[in-house]
């Protein structure tokens, strides 16, 4: 089976699955999401993903998820019909469907929807090389950046104008401040070699690569401050980069067509780069 999807205890392809119209996910953007990697079968950083999403629900009072173990189960059934080694894992629950009243309705399931697609790791090993380009963006986001939510219209937006910019990433820049990108967590390394990115707050997404990695850059005895920095010392940076569950790490080598350092990934995020895939290695035993 191709790209499959599991919705609310039915398993099957993903041309065939759907939720109601009157789904809040569809109606209201009333619901949250994860996206885990799979590799070699694996899924990378589980219990971090499954964290977040409890947070989330829990500040949303959205209830009726199954357990911890039978969602494990869940996934990891889907992971083995689609027989795709390396993908994508998304999961969304939403509050539910009902008749269309902005209050929460009373009585009505959570809708749980996974889906697993492949995904090809191995095309950020040359972009790890060459590094991407991206360009700043106003961010124009709600208050909660902090939740996962798929109310994601300034996200898609700000991409979009990447996309057409030819960039992969749009960073977001809220009161002169570099929050993160349009999905990923941004960070600089200063002329003295410190690692600076936006520190956790309801501006940005508490990334899972992102706390992996601090951890990684701590180990590795490399300086790290959680700080806003401006988008001013962006562009003064030596080098920048970027980190994801899609893109465990890059470096943005352009911004708003200006070359950041010296045009090429410099060697704070190659070194970065090194305890990335090695740790994704250790979690799941991929090899390219
Ligand atoms: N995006 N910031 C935003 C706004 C994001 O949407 C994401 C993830 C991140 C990085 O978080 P993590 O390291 O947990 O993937 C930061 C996912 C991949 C997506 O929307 O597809």
Redesign the pocket.
């Known amino acids: 089976m191709p790209a499959v999807a599991y919705v609310n205890g039915r398993y099957g392809p993903i041309a065939e699955a759907g939720v109601s119209v009157e789904d809040r996910g569809f109606q209201f953007a009333d619901s949250l999401y994860e996206?885990v990697a799979v590799l070699n079968g694996r899924f990378l950083d589980w219990e971090k993903h499954l964290w977040r999403l409890r947070r989330g629900l829990s500040a949303l009072f959205i209830e009726g998820l199954p357990s911890d173990a039978a969602l494990a189960h869940i996934a990891r059934r889907l992971v083995g019909l689609s027989r795709y080694a390396d993908g994508l894992l998304y999961i969304q629950v939403s509050r539910g469907a009902g008749r269309r009243d902005h209050p929460f309705p009373s009585d009505t399931p959570a809708t749980l929807v996974l889906t697993m697609r492949r995904f090809d790791f191995r095309q950020r090993l040359p972009q790890l090389e060459t590094g991407v380009p991206a360009i700043s963006v106003p961010d124009q986001r709600w208050a909660r950046?902090d939740l996962k939510t798929t109310g994601l219209l300034p996200?898609v937006l700000a991409k979009q104008e990447a996309r057409a910019a030819g960039a992969f990433e749009a960073l977001f820049v809220k009161d002169g401040t570099v929050t993160?990108?349009?999905?990923?967590?941004i960070y600089m390394v200063t002329a003295d070699g410190v690692i600076v990115t936006h520190p956790l707050s309801a501006r940005?997404?508490p990334?899972?690569?992102?706390d992996t990695l601090l951890d990684l850059a701590r180990e590795a005895q490399m300086k790290v401050e959680e700080r806003p920095f401006t988008i001013e010392e962006a562009r003064a940076a030596p080098e920048l980069f970027l980190?994801?569950?899609?893109a465990p790490i890059l470096p943005i080598v352009r911004l708003d067509g200006g070359a950041v350092g010296t045009g090429r990934p410099g060697p704070v995020t190659a070194r970065l780069g090194q305890l990335a895939w090695a740790e994704i290695g250790r979690q799941t035993g991929w090899k390219p």
Do not use: M
């Open positions: 996206v950046c996200a993160e990108g349009g999905s990923t967590n940005i997404l990334g899972i690569a992102r980190t994801s569950t899609t």
